[in-house]
Each structure stands twice: as structure tokens, then as C-alpha cells.
Nanobody, 128 residues
Framework: QVQLVESGGGLVQPGGSLRLSCAASGFTLDDYTIGWFRQAPGKEREGVSCVSHRYGFTYYADSVKGRFTISRDNAKNTVYLQTNSLKPEDTGVYYC?????????????????????WGQGTQVTVSS
């Protein structure tokens, strides 16, 4: 059974950090592009970061570039999203997703329908 499970969310003050985890089961994570998306209340889901299959190329939304880092541990079949210098506007539910054939062009790498499997999400709240 294919499953993605996110963890690591929570409440953090502005400027703080969290490390989100996405653990995969039922398939080999390295065969897929893995993306992190987030959705704030009343807003559309947006792509945050992704890491490509095989070569592990990484991509980031402009809003998080320099603050977030995506990484993959193939031995643990897990992808991480290290989030630093968090801002209130980073608040939302963070989802990881796996896509088997995701085009990594700028207009498609964060196109949600390209991703085949989704986790249930983990809440990140940045507030003082």
C-alpha cells in the first residue's frame, strides 16, 4: 500500500525553525520526484520545494529560497524539509507528494496534478 506520512509540524515563533519529514512506504522514494506544498486558510495550495528522482536536483519557490532546504535520505525512504527563519506567512498545512513523471520546468514542477500520491499534511503555525 502506497503511503506518505508527514511529521514535524508545530507552533513556532517568528525566526524559528522546524524540520518536516515525509516518510514513504509501499514504493521506492528515489524513483519519484518529491514535492512539498502548503496551503494557508483561504488560499490555494502552493508548491514550496521539490527534489527530483535519481539525480536529486532541488527547486524552491522564491518565497522560501535561502530559508528552506529539501533533502532526501534514500536509506530511510524519507524526504525532509528544513525550514529556517520562519515567518507568519509560512503558516499553513504542509503536504508532501510523490510524482512518477514530473516535468521539472518552471511552470510544471509545482503543478499539483502532476503528483500521484499525497500525504495527509502537517500543520505549521508561525506566531508570537
Amino acid at each position: 500500500q502506497v503511503q506518505l506520512v508527514e511529521s514535524g509540524g508545530g507552533l513556532v515563533q517568528p525566526g524559528g525553525s522546524l524540520r518536516l519529514s515525509c516518510a514513504a512506504s509501499g514504493f521506492t522514494l528515489d524513483d519519484y520526484t518529491i514535492g512539498w506544498f502548503r496551503q494557508a486558510p483561504g488560499k490555494e495550495r502552493e508548491g514550496v520545494s521539490c527534489v527530483s528522482h535519481r539525480y536529486g536536483f532541488t527547486y524552491y519557490a522564491d518565497s522560501v529560497k535561502g530559508r528552506f532546504t529539501i533533502s532526501r535520505d534514500n536509506a530511510k525512504n524519507t524526504v525532509y524539509l528544513q525550514t529556517n527563519s520562519l515567518k507568519p506567512e509560512d503558516t499553513g498545512v504542509y503536504y508532501c507528494a510523490a510524482g512518477y513523471k514530473v516535468s521539472l520546468g518552471s511552470s510544471s514542477r509545482f503543478y499539483a496534478p502532476n503528483y500521484d500520491y499525497w500525504g495527509q499534511g502537517t500543520q505549521v503555525t508561525v506566531s508570537s
